[in-house]
T-cell receptor, first 111, second 114 residues
Framework: GENVEQHPSTLSVQEGDSAVIKCTYS??????FPWYKQELGKRPQLIID?????GEKKDQRIAVTLNKTAKHFSLHITETQPEDSAVYFC??????????FGGGTRVLVKP | EAGVAQSPRYKIIEKRQSVAFWCNPI?????LYWYQQILGQGPKLLIQ????????DSQLPKDRFSAERLKGVDSTLKIQPAKLEDSAVYLC????????????FGQGTRLTVV
């Protein structure tokens, strides 16, 4: 079936350290993998996305890597800051271009 | 550009009552999604429209939920009758191309069924 597994469900890091969130997906035909950040009480907002024709993409302190063979992709946040505290969701598109989300990772950056 | 608009922001109803949510996507966006987000979980796709046609509604509880997108623009999602487990945030999102470009989310409607 169409499934996106996300780990860990919670992540606590010290300010300045790195945070890594991993997702696996079930459909080898998936070709679009966005990451969304959701602050408390707010809407999910795209922070970075990657397509299947590249293995890595970086935007300042945020990077995403994709391993299509293993069907997993990861979000890397370097030099974490308190404002990075939020819930992060990965997603993948499945047959019919359905955008399916993972269960989310609650990230807490401790000052 | 204006974002995805949703109303109402909050709704409290008793079980077995009916409720409707409204969404106005970003102008020109052909794809519209309705997601259900239960507290502490990821958004779950309920229904996906491409213009005014349904692309996928496999996870929509059709015995109580219905949705339409007349004229391929605004959309409404209805629940009748509501159950306690329907308490969630209902998020509407739109994108230019289904499943392959950024989906922009609205603020959501927080539904509480008591």
């Amino acid at each position: 079936g169409e499934n996106v597994e996300q780990h860990p469900s919670t992540l606590s890091v010290q300010e300045g350290d790195s945070a890594v969130i991993k997702c696996t997906y079930s459909d080898s035909a998936s070709n679009y993998f966005p990451w969304y950040k959701q602050e408390l009480g707010k809407r999910p907002q795209l922070i970075i996305d990657i397509r299947s024709n590249v293995g890595e993409k970086k935007d300042q302190r945020i990077a995403v890597t994709l391993n299509k063979t293993a069907k997993h992709f990861s979000l890397h946040i370097t030099e974490t800051q308190p404002e990075d505290s939020a819930v992060y969701f990965c997603a993948a598109n499945f047959a019919g271009n359905k955008l399916t989300f993972g269960g989310g990772t609650r990230v807490l950056v401790k000052p | 550009e204006a974002g995805v608009a949703q109303s109402p922001r909050y709704k409290i109803i008793e079980k077995r009552q009916s409720v409707a949510f409204w969404c106005n996507p970003i102008s020109g966006h052909a794809t519209l999604y309705w997601y259900q987000q239960i507290l502490g979980q990821g958004p779950k796709l309920l229904i996906q429209f491409q213009n005014n046609g349904v692309v996928d509604d496999s996870q929509l509880p059709k015995d109580r939920f219905s949705a339409e997108r007349l004229k391929g623009v605004d959309s409404t999602l209805k629940i009748q009758p509501a159950k306690l487990e329907d308490s969630a945030v209902y998020l509407c999102a739109s994108s230019t191309r289904q499943g392959e470009t950024e989906a922009f989310f609205g603020q959501g409607t927080r539904l509480t069924v008591v």
